[in-house]
């Protein structure tokens, strides 16, 4: 009776092999704990997608006590590092070497048109190689400039009919914080690398190393094989997962506004469903070399460049923007994004994890249905 069971003895001490495998292979954990952690530092840390302290040249060509004004609130700026020069040559010499983003050209009678027309004629040269930086700094030079004009406007008692009156409300990161933005992203590629490349060496290396004739040899069945062999490496990924979500939570301040249950059922939707990329993978490939490559390409790259997680979907070509709704990793990045900063918003929550579940049930069925249990 007890070997009609599915937990029996023989599963049991297959899932116990396993585990003494992992434990004796130190790269697993470094993979699925050191590796997590140093992404969450450098993304955390290191990675900011805000432009602040901008090297930038102002150029005046007549000095007066409105310049000196507007000079003095690109100073306390925080986007700007602004440096005076006396000529437009000097200030583009620096700007050819490299040591300017931009310079500031206040060409003519700025002052005098600035406060009589409200449309003071500043010169913008930029350095376009980074387009995204160039912009900012578009959009940040136009903001000191229309809270300039407003202060002198009323400490003159003059006024201007201002072309735009703009109230901006940002919600979920109000105070714009890249990292808040960043680090629930990086909790997916920590769980893809755990789910899928480890997965992915899983079979390979078992051919590899000649241990998979005996592994064939015992009474397991394929479902018992199937599951003992990615059974460690969910409960593997789910404690990476609750490691990189104490790191994000408690070291760097991430805010955290969802369910925490929801977290746990999106985090084993996704963890089932990169398994199961990662098994088939390594049960097609013999070579563990071409299996880790097949699932960077397939799997970890497409979570870093395709998912939302630093690249906006919405701005990449429709062939791309189709090709992403192939990757699981699309969804999961909703799901913390909105679970991380905006709270439980269930018309987004919802249609993302009906996809990853689909997403599991469909690649781990293919991948079970070709698990291999004969040596041809």
């Known amino acids: 009776m007890k ?20 434990l ?48 003095s609130s690109l100073k306390n700026s925080i986007y700007f590092s602004p440096l005076s020069y006396q000529t437009i040559q000097k200030a583009q010499l620096d700007f050819q070497k490299g040591r300017l983003i931009g310079i500031i050209w206040l060409r003519g009678n700025w002052s005098r048109e600035s406060l009589a027309f409200g449309k003071g004629t500043i010169q913008t040269i ?37 072309p735009i009156s703009q109230e901006i409300r940002v919600w979920f990161n109000p105070a714009l914080i890249t990292k808040d933005y960043l680090v629930p992203g990086i909790i997916v590629i920590n769980m893809t690398v755990v789910g899928a490349l480890l997965t992915s060496l899983v079979v390979a290396r078992e051919w590899e190393r000649g241990t998979m004739e005996a592994m064939l040899a015992t009474p397991l069945t394929k479902l018992e094989h199937f599951v003992g062999k990615l059974l460690p490496y969910f409960i593997l990924g789910m404690g990476g997962m609750i490691f990189s979500f104490l790191l994000a939570v408690f070291l ?55 998912s939302g997680f630093i690249f906006d979907i919405q701005s990449m070509p429709v062939a791309i923007q189709f090709l992403t709704f192939f990757f699981p990793a699309r969804y999961f990045v909703s799901i913390l994004q909105t679970l991380f900063l905006a709270g439980n918003v269930w018309s987004v929550l919802s249609w993302n994890l009906l996809v990853l579940f689909f997403f599991g049930v469909v690649v781990n069925g293919l991948c079970y249905i070709s698990w291999k249990r004969r040596l041809e």
Do not use: C
Request: no cysteine.
């Open 252 to 306: 760097f301040k991430v805010p955290f506004r969802g369910s925490f249950w929801m977290l746990i059922l999106s985090s084993v939707f996704f963890l089932l469903a990169v398994l199961g990329i990662g098994a088939l993978i390594s049960n097609i490939s013999r070579n563990s070399f071409v299996a880790s490559m097949v699932a960077i390409v397939t799997s970890y790259l497409p979570a870093f460049m395709l």
């Open 24 to 71: 004796r292979d130190p790269s697993s954990f470094v993979i699925a704990f050191v590796l997590p952690a140093i992404l969450l530092f450098l993304f955390g840390y290191g990675v900011s997608l805000d432009a602040i302290h901008l090297p930038v040249g102002i150029v005046v060509e007549h000095p007066t006590r409105l310049s000196s004004s507007f000079e």
């Open 126 to 162: 930029v350095n376009g190689t980074d387009a995204n930086t160039a912009r900012l700094l578009e959009g940040y030079l136009l903001g000191v400039w229309t809270g300039w004009l407003k202060r002198e406007m009323i400490d003159q008692n003059i006024q201007l009919s201002m």
């Open 3 to 22: 070997k009609k069971l599915f937990f029996n003895n023989r599963l049991y001490a297959f899932i116990r092999k396993e585990w003494i495998q992992i």
